[in-house]
């Protein structure tokens, strides 16, 4: 059974006989999904940092005998090197991840050095890249919005950082022939199906509503864009 992101997923990102890249792959559930929408032809590489996490998507793969499902483990950089990160664990979603320089504390988590890849050494012509790395996408975005010309579709969960303005990022996008929606929810279906919302440039951080606050009163925002060539 697919969820609702996987659904809202299925409807906008073309999945036949794509290069998608799983950029924070976590346990390997969007990886799986990309797989099977294929039929086969896709070529998918999950990219994931943290063993307790990578660990899972390797039995995955060999469940699925799937030949044309890599694994990278790695967190993913403009550069090649170490990065610090800072890894949670919650009963609800197991292992997370963030890059330790985004954190505004360290307290109650467990720091982890992991390799870090540029992009193009992981994979130099993908065609779909999905990204849930937590915060760590602006420096992502920043260098291969224009640099990876092969890209038709990117799938990203921006999190709102106080020195990046959400309509800063979305013209990134505009700027270079990209189409814009993000993720809204059906207010009249039980089980609150992914809907898809026309955005624009224009749209800021304090239009989102705020997901979570923190136990010092700091607010949490995310939103789910894709980005489609064209």
């Known amino acids: 059974m ?4 996987q659904v809202w997923y299925s409807k906008e990102i073309p999945l036949n006989n794509q290069i998608v890249v799983d950029l924070g792959a976590n346990r390997g559930a ?3 999904f990309f797989w099977a929408a294929g039929k086969g032809s896709n070529t998918v590489v999950s ?3 943290l063993p307790q996490n990578y660990k899972l ?6 469940k699925s005998k799937a030949k044309n499902w890599l694994l990278e483990r790695c967190a993913v950089s403009d550069h090649l090197g170490e990065m610090s990160m800072a890894r949670q664990h919650s009963k609800k979603y197991g292992w997370n991840s963030m890059n330790a320089s985004l954190m505004h504390s360290s307290q109650s988590d467990d720091l982890i050095s992991v390799m870090a890849k540029p992009l193009e050494a992981i994979v130099p012509n993908p065609t779909v890249i999905k990204m849930d790395i ?3 996408e602006y420096v992502i975005l920043d260098k291969y919005i224009a640099d990876l010309t092969t890209v038709n579709t990117w799938a990203v969960e921006l999190h709102m ?5 959400l309509s800063q990022v979305l013209a990134l996008f505009t700027n ?3 189409r814009l929606i993000a993720a809204g929810r059906d207010a009249n279906s039980a089980s609150g199906a992914w809907v898809s919302v026309p955005i624009t440039p224009q749209l800021e951080w304090e ?7 923190s136990r010092e009163g700091r607010e949490f925002k995310m939103l789910h864009i894709i980005a489609r060539r064209g």
């Open 161 to 165: 950082l106080p020195d990046r303005p």
């Open 47 to 49: 990219v994931e940092p």
């Open 134 to 136: 937590e915060g760590g």
């Open 57 to 62: 998507i390797e039995k995955k793969i060999k």
């Open 2 to 5: 697919i969820d609702g992101q």
């Open 30 to 32: 969007l990886s799986q």
């Open 176 to 178: 270079f022939g990209f």
């Open 207 to 213: 239009q989102i509503p705020v997901t979570s606050r």
